[in-house]
């Protein structure tokens, strides 16, 4: 079955440094990934995806790469900053053509001065 | 920037009673849907809805839960007989397309409490 899941509960970090989060994935189909953060009191808020033509995927301060060989992704976030401590979630669509999101149990990032 | 709200961000409720959880989408966003998070757990689809009716729904979404759009601006979610393992975060969400990962906006959430 499908089953989207993260390799670590919670993540510290010192300010400034690099944080890599990472998840892994089950169904060897899967072909679209999406990352999201969410803050304290908030929903999820779309942070960057990857579809599986693509190994690796920048934005600002963050980059996703995707090993499907392993069927492993992650998160990269540069010079981590206060404002990214956040619970960060890895989700895939549940089949194609659906409406259905899965959603990983999350990895909640910890960012210290 | 355009956001999805809801409303109350926090409902407390005896078990058997009926709530309604209101979500105002994106203006012109013709996709919504409806997601829970039980404390500590994983984000959960329930429903998803387009042009009045339902698209897709979660095995969680049994007869005890509907959907509604009520008028041209409002999206709701009605569980009509609340039990104890209904309490959770329940998030709306709406997209202009259907579409997922950028494309979805989800609200703050209402946290529902069933005492």
């Known amino acids: 079955g499908e089953s989207v899941g993260l390799h670590l509960p919670t993540l510290s970090v010192q300010e400034g440094d690099n944080s890599i989060i990472n998840c892994a994935y089950s169904n060897s189909a899967s072909d679209y990934f999406i990352w999201y953060k969410q803050e304290s009191g908030k929903g999820p808020q779309f942070i960057i995806d990857?579809?599986?033509?693509?190994d690796k995927r920048q934005g600002q301060r963050v980059t996703v790469l995707l090993n499907k060989t392993v069927k492993h992704l992650s998160l990269q976030i540069a010079a981590t900053q206060p404002g990214d401590s956040a619970v960060y979630f890895c989700a895939e669509p549940a089949l194609y053509n659906t409406d259905k999101l899965i959603f990983g149990t999350g990895t909640r990032l910890q960012v210290f001065p | 920037e355009p956001e999805v709200t809801q409303t109350p961000s926090h409902q407390v409720t005896q078990m058997g009673q009926e709530v309604i959880l209101r979500c105002v989408p994106i203006s012109n966003h013709l996709y919504f849907y409806w997601y829970r998070q039980i404390l500590g757990q994983k984000v959960e689809f329930l429903v998803s809805?387009?042009?009045?009716?339902?698209?897709?729904k979660s095995e969680i979404f049994d007869d005890q839960f509907s959907v509604e759009r009520p008028d041209g601006s409002n999206f709701t979610l009605k569980i009509r007989s609340t039990k104890l393992e209904d309490s959770a975060m329940y998030f709306c969400?709406?997209?202009?397309?259907?579409?997922?990962?950028?494309?979805?906006?989800f609200g703050s959430g209402t946290q529902l409490s069933v005492l």
């Open positions: 969400a709406s997209s202009e397309f259907r579409g997922l990962g950028e494309k979805l906006f």
């Open positions: 990857i579809r599986s033509n693509m």
């Open positions: 809805f387009y042009n009045n009716e339902i698209s897709e």
